[in-house]
């Protein structure tokens, strides 16, 4: 399919709407809801595959950064210092992948970016069924073992990471319960203080790239987008737990599906 053509102004109430509602549902659940606002940006805005990623990029950077001082109450600072040594290992991993995941989109054509888009929004799908309400353990490894781990997961989010523009909460989460036996809580700390990085990374490298130039032409309906996504994961945050996961995952899991189809229909 060829690629829509950016021509009429894009509707800034909307845009406030569908990020407030995207971030409330992503708030539900303990995200920034960035992989439902990617299918948005694609079927509803009609920003073409690589600008809907790197529009989406930058309204994720903008909620992460602001989620993690919201956080401090229920997980202070200190705690996530003290974990310093697992930041430290998947961003060793996560920053390499970021860059050549931006490299990679930037690279593709048009068509195997919207698949590789649907096939990463099924992938997220079964990972809200299967392993979202993840219980922490004892590590998975320990040593050397734990450290190269951390290392290939750390590359893998953070190359999924800027293929859809998302945070990669997702699956950091399940990755720092399973495989570093991190309380939940804190989990999703240090799911933050990994991705702001890692998507720092990730927009550097696409900022290199003339298709960053969509930034500067959607400026305020990306800042409008932004700020609804805020007060969305707000709202999300303060309404977690009043819809039961064994309703809601599945659910959430169906857009992603229905969305995944969407997009690849845009190929």
Known sequence: MSEVVESQPRSKPLAFGTGALIGTLGGLIGLGGAEFRLPVLISLFRFRGLDAVIINKAVSLVVVATALPFRASAVP???????????????????????????????????????????????????????????????????????????????????????????????????LVLLFGADIKLAGSLSLAVSLPTMLVGFTRYSMDDSFSVIGRNKVFLLVMAAGSIVGTLIGGLLLGLVPNAILLPLLAAVLLISAVKVWRHA
């Not at 998947?90 to 990679?104: E, F, K, Q, V, Y």
């Open 77 to 175: 600072f200190a705690a996530v210092a003290a974990n310093w040594p697992i930041i430290v290992n998947l961003l060793a991993g996560s920053l390499a992948g970021a860059w050549i995941g931006a490299s990679w989109a930037t690279r593709l054509k048009s068509e195997t970016l919207y698949r590789i888009i649907a096939m990463l929004l099924v992938v997220i799908a079964g990972v809200l069924v299967f392993a979202h309400d993840v219980v922490a353990g004892a590590p998975l490894f320990s040593g050397a073992a734990l450290l190269a781990a951390g290392v290939i997961a750390g590359f893998v989010i953070g190359v999924i990471a800027s293929l859809l523009g998302v945070a990669g909460g997702e699956f950091l989460i399940p990755t």
